[in-house]
């Protein structure tokens, strides 16, 4: 039944997009796909009629609802038929409000991912954000990896554009693979669009005083400035850089989209700043994780003055396969040249978070672990201080989202404010 239902909403998406020729811009990457997704969604929302994929819809079966544009039914008979007369609908029938831009993230799990998702939807636009090592477990080396994310630069046609982190070894090989026209970005100097001056944004009193991030972005010549309230990190800034080349890509100005990135919000759980206890403030960055993701995480946090100490508590990074132990222990490296005063670690994998930190010169003393983050989060909120600045990730089947909702300040806005507070997810 679910091949079949696979097979259908193939059919009826490709349909779709024939009948209706959207601009489509496809997403890839280890990390990053989400929250670039949102920021080129916010740069071109109000110039375009817009849509983008919306949670993770970003596989054989959420990549034809994109297109049709209804959320999966789950195991509801009744609502696959509703999806399906919808479907029909849009072919059979002409819908004046179809977008006429699609935002499509497009991830991978094993080989052969991208290309079923190539035959659903040929992006005009591809993004290619970062290339880690989430999902290793199914490829013979990172190299193999990175050719499937790269085949969507590939498959872009001469006339539309390629967008490239520059300053990722892995997206960075894509440019002498794509016949599209090119815009790189990142910070490197090489980068055709890049972020300078970049600063973190205060208030003038109160404790909880972090409030977001502002830089400028260069490009061709020009600097423009611009401000992303209530976020932080270099994610967030490669994000933006992302949703202005789609916009450069689509023929719009550089001060349409720094006034557009304004409304940018990072999505659940990506570096998102949450008042905690005790005033003490919080960096929830508990969607997911990898070694590079953690390490730019851990990089944000060395830029940032804390009032106290600075607390780094991190789960197992899941996905890894044979790169498991050794990326740990990098983490664990380095972010004992962040300053981190204390670590707190959740599940077995993370014990090599500790063993990298203590090989750098981490006292043990200052090191905590749990087996799991429903142990850790009493223990956190026991510890904080006033003025603590606290960074929390971990890998999505690590929970660690819930040390967040034990120590915010206000816990009634979880389901507004964090990741996996949907049903099927707090029943587990």
Do not use: C
């Not at 929250?35 to 983008?52: H, P, Q």
């Not at 969507?152 to 539309?160: A, F, R």
């Not at 670690?345 to 006292?363: F, K, V």
């Not at 904080?384 to 806005?413: F, H, N, T, Y």
């Amino acid at each position: 039944m679910k091949k079949l239902i696979q097979l259908k909403l193939k059919i009826a998406a490709k349909i779709i997009l024939a009948k209706y020729k959207p601009k489509v811009i496809g997403i890839t990457g280890s990390v990053g796909k989400t929250t670039a997704k949102e920021a080129v969604y916010v740069v071109l929302k109000d110039k375009f009629n817009t849509r983008r994929s919306v949670k993770n819809y970003n596989n054989e079966i959420g990549l034809p609802l994109a297109i049709i544009g209804v959320d999966s039914p789950r195991k509801s008979l009744i609502g696959w038929i509703s999806v399906f007369l919808k479907a029909s609908k849009l072919i059979f029938f002409k819908d004046e409000n179809y977008p006429k831009v699609l935002i499509l993230e497009m991830g991978i799990d094993r080989p052969g991912d991208m290309d079923y998702l190539l035959k659903i939807a040929k992006p005009d636009i591809g993004i290619i954000t970062f290339v880690g090592s989430v999902h290793l477990e199914y490829f013979a080396s990172k190299e193999k990896l990175r050719q499937e994310k790269g085949k969507l630069i590939k498959n872009i046609k001469k006339s539309g554009y390629s967008i490239i982190n520059y300053d990722n070894e892995g997206s960075r090989k894509s440019i002498n693979e794509s016949k599209a026209k090119i815009i790189s970005y990142g910070l490197d100097e090489e980068a055709s669009l890049r972020a300078r001056e970049i600063r973190f944004s205060f208030e003038e009193t109160g404790e909880n005083s972090l409030q977001g991030i502002n830089f400028k972005i260069i490009y061709d010549g020009a600097a423009t400035p611009v401000l992303l309230p209530n976020v932080l990190g270099v994610n967030a800034i490669y994000a933006a850089l992302a949703g202005a080349a789609a916009g450069i890509a689509l023929g719009m100005n550089m001060v349409e989209i720094s006034q557009s990135l304004r409304q940018f919000v990072s999505p659940k759980g990506r570096m998102n700043i949450i008042k905690g206890i005790k005033n003490t403030t919080i960096i929830d960055d508990t969607y997911n994780s990898e070694p590079q993701s953690v390490i730019a995480a851990l990089e944000t946090l060395k830029m940032i003055s804390a009032k106290n100490r600075k607390i780094a508590v991190l789960g197992d990074m899941l996905e890894l396969g044979r790169y498991s132990e050794d990326g740990h222990k990098e983490v664990g490296r380095y972010l004992f040249e962040t300053g981190v005063d204390k670590l707190i670690l959740a599940g077995e994998r993370s014990r090599d978070i500790g063993r990298g930190a203590t090989e750098a010169g981490m006292l043990r003393d200052d090191i905590f672990h749990f087996s799991k983050s429903d142990d850790a989060k009493m223990f956190v909120q026991d510890r904080l201080r006033a003025g603590d600045l606290v960074l929390i990730k971990g890998s999505q089947g690590m929970r660690m989202e819930k040390i967040v909702k034990e120590i915010m300040a206000e816990p009634l806005r979880a389901k507004e404010l964090l990741v996996r507070q949907e049903r099927e997810w707090l029943e587990n």
